[in-house]
């Protein structure tokens, strides 16, 4: 079984400043983990993926991620806000053989502070 | 390549009702999945379906049912409509299986279902 734990539902930084948003993970297998974005009314975008090699990952719009096994954790990180970064932003977590479906943590509401 | 395609967008349906909501895949894609969102509850997994076969089902009750075309097309039905299956309901497709690493999940925009 997995699971998904993201710490703060809600999250302020201002313009230009460092965005960290925080997830950790339950998985009893190597797990497969991702970062998805909301913007109102719509559906979920992906934002970057870890499968295997490199821990740090980069993905769109200038975010990046960490896999850290020792600590279970797969953080967002974006090194300067931009008001178009407000949204809702959800990691997931599937394991590596495919036998599980995809579970999503409860989600973290961005918000950029002019 | 067009993306995942819901409809209709909304949907305002009384209570004991049915409905039937369709999710038109990327083409190509082979799994599709349905999640239901809501504030208090945040994202449920429903179901996957894959080369018309359901593959997983999430802890819903037998009144949210779905099923896969042919063509991938897939539909899920809610009878009995209570006020609290008001929600989003989001379909995402992958080419395989959910979950399979490099198979990540596209989601569609949604059906805004309010039940009164």
């Known amino acids: 079984a997995q699971s998904v734990t993201q710490l703060g539902s809600h999250v302020s930084v201002s313009e230009g400043a460092l965005v960290l948003l925080r997830c950790n993970y339950s998985?009893?297998?190597?797990?497969?983990l991702f970062w998805y974005v909301q913007y109102p009314n719509q559906g979920l975008q992906l934002l970057l993926k870890?499968?295997?090699?490199?821990?740090l990952v980069k993905g769109i719009n200038g975010f990046e991620a960490e896999f850290k096994k020792s600590e279970t954790s797969f953080h967002l990180t974006k090194p300067s806000a931009h008001m178009s970064d407000a949204a809702e932003y959800f990691c997931?977590?599937?394991?590596?053989?495919?036998?599980?479906?995809?579970?999503f943590g409860t989600g973290t509401r961005l918000t950029i502070i002019p | 390549k067009a993306g995942v395609t819901q409809t209709p967008r909304y949907l305002i349906k009384t209570r004991g009702q049915q409905v039937t909501l369709s999710c038109s895949p990327i083409s190509g894609h082979r799994s599709v999945s349905w999640y239901q969102q809501t504030p208090g509850q945040g994202l449920q997994f429903l179901f996957e379906?894959?080369?018309?076969?359901?593959?997983n089902k999430g802890n819903f009750p037998g009144r949210f049912s779905g099923r896969q075309f042919s063509n991938s097309r897939s539909e899920m039905n809610v009878s009995t409509l209570e006020l609290g299956d008001s929600a989003l309901y989001l379909c995402?497709?992958?080419?395989?299986?959910?979950?399979?690493?490099?198979?990540?999940?596209?989601f569609g925009n949604g059906t805004r279902l309010t039940v009164t």
């Open positions: 379906y894959f080369s018309e076969t359901q593959r």
């Open positions: 870890y499968t295997t090699g490199a821990t």
């Open positions: 995402a497709s992958s080419p395989n299986p959910s979950g399979t690493g490099n198979s990540p999940l596209h």
């Open positions: 998985s009893s297998v190597p797990p497969y």
């Open positions: 997931a977590v599937s394991d590596s053989f495919g036998n599980e479906k995809l579970t």
